[in-house]
T-cell receptor, first 113, second 113 residues
Framework: DAGITQSPRHKVTETGTPVTLRCHQT?????MYWYRQDPGHGLRLIHY???????DKGEVSDGYSVSRSKTEDFLLTLESATSSQTSVYFC????????????FGPGTRLTVT | GESVGLHLPTLSVQEGDNSIINCAYS??????FIWYKQESGKGPQFIID?????DKRQGQRVTVLLNKTVKHLSLQIAATQPGDSAVYFC????????????FGRGTSLIVHP
């Protein structure tokens, strides 16, 4: 398995609170991604990064921010969590040389009450 | 808009049978098509990809067929095993340095012993 971990794996939080999810990789891959997965939808891209301090929005970026201060870490922050952000969040990485093969982390299940 | 989807949400097969999972796509400009497998409680795992200039590609026990005339993609799994039980996603990717796939909703494959 690719060296990619996510923390926490499960979290329950209240509406209006800030939440930060962490993705950590040991593969030194340039590209990192945050997706959310919901019933009835495919994986939807929230934000992605193409290098340290280089990030861009995906199709469902509203309400989320990201930061990448080191190659190995990509943080996803919900500034003020809402119930619509209850979901399973996946981090993924890939390397330009193998561009089609994204490696996914184990996911974080977030519940906003 | 452009979309990637799957014909069947659930497919049940007997162990040892061959499985065929289908996917329709609408973006004729996509350069690559990719299949992922997601086991319960885990992140998606890359299975195989095919470039748009190919009709068929084989892997270990899997074959992907691409029919550009009808914009149809299929994943064939030979001699299906209980360990193949999972959700299978197709995804498409464009050219021009875009490393971001668009995912379909997924088909659940259930293998009965």
């Amino acid at each position: 398995d690719a060296g990619i971990t996510q923390s926490p794996r499960h979290k329950v939080t209240e509406t209006g609170t800030p939440v930060t999810l962490r993705c950590h990789q040991t593969e030194n891959h340039r590209y990192m991604y945050w997706y959310r997965q919901d019933p009835g939808h495919g994986l939807r891209l929230i934000h992605y990064s193409y290098g340290v301090k280089d990030t861009d929005k995906g199709e469902v970026s509203d309400g989320y921010s990201v930061s990448r201060s080191k190659t190995e870490d990509f943080l996803l922050t919900l500034e003020s969590a809402t119930s619509s952000q209850t979901s399973v969040y996946f981090c993924a990485i890939n390397d330009r040389n193998v561009q089609n093969e994204q490696y996914f982390g184990p996911g974080t299940r977030l519940t906003v009450t | 808009g452009e979309s990637v989807g799957l014909h069947l949400p659930t497919l049940s097969v007997q162990e040892g049978d061959n499985s065929i999972i289908n996917c329709a796509y609408s973006n004729s400009a996509s350069d690559y098509f990719i299949w992922y497998k997601q086991e319960s409680g885990k992140g998606p795992q890359f299975i195989i990809d095919i470039r748009s200039n190919m009709d068929k590609r084989q892997g270990q026990r899997v074959t992907v067929l691409l029919n550009k005339t009808v914009k149809h993609l299929s994943l064939q799994i030979a001699a299906t095993q209980p360990g193949d039980s999972a959700v299978y996603f197709c995804a498409e990717k464009g050219t021009g340095g875009s490393y971001i796939p668009t995912f379909g909703r997924g088909t659940s494959l259930i293998v009965h012993p």
